[in-house]
């Protein structure tokens, strides 16, 4: 029965991962849900008296075959959402939040990758200028900017250093 539940499992396993990229964290989740499905369990995960040998040696299987990578999907993820969404380190690691990464693990991939969150900064100014306008000096122009610019997770002494810099331009 363990070898056709492990078998069980790690087949779910490639087929979760063949639709999208899983931190070691959201495999467990889905793994325990599966293993519930499996025994017939109506009953949450958190009260079944789950065989956590049989997901952990699936986990450990997938981390040996480089399937589940924990700082290669941090260093996609954190690659597309610059990209993509001009978005600034607390705005990723705010994304990150429910996949199980720790702030350790976070901080050392993104001091890895090259990123320059003034560049970032200037993308998202621009993505701003093309959605909302022109930037006119107006105080509530200024105060929706900082807006847009924080909710990106961009770093306040940044923002308000560039909403100076836009200041002595004018």
């Given amino acids: 029965m363990a070898t056709d539940l492990y078998s069980r499992l790690m087949n779910y396993a490639f087929n979760a991962l063949s639709r999208r990229a899983l931190t070691e964290f959201e495999m467990r989740d ?18 079944l008296s789950v065989d956590q040998d049989i997901i952990a040696d699936v986990c450990s299987r997938l981390r040996e075959l480089n399937l589940i990578n924990d700082e290669k999907y941090l260093e996609n993820f954190i690659s597309t959402k610059t990209n993509l969404q001009a ?13 199980g990464i720790s702030k350790e693990i976070f901080d050392r991939v993104w001091e890895s990758s090259d990123i320059s ?3 970032i900064l200037d993308r998202a100014c621009e993505d701003f200028e093309r959605k909302k306008g022109a930037i006119n000096g107006s105080q509530k122009q200024k ?6 610019l ?4 961009l770093p306040p002494a940044l923002i308000y250093k560039k909403i100076r810099e836009g200041l002595q331009e004018e």
């Fill in 150 to 153: 924080a909710a990106r997770g």
């Fill in 87 to 99: 978005i600034g380190k607390f705005g990723v690691f705010n994304k990150l939040r429910g996949k």
């Fill in 117 to 119: 969150e003034s560049a």
């Fill in 143 to 148: 105060e929706r900017l900082m807006r847009y």
């Fill in 30 to 47: 889905k793994l325990l849900k599966r293993y519930a499905k499996i025994q017939g369990s109506s009953g949450s995960t958190s009260e």
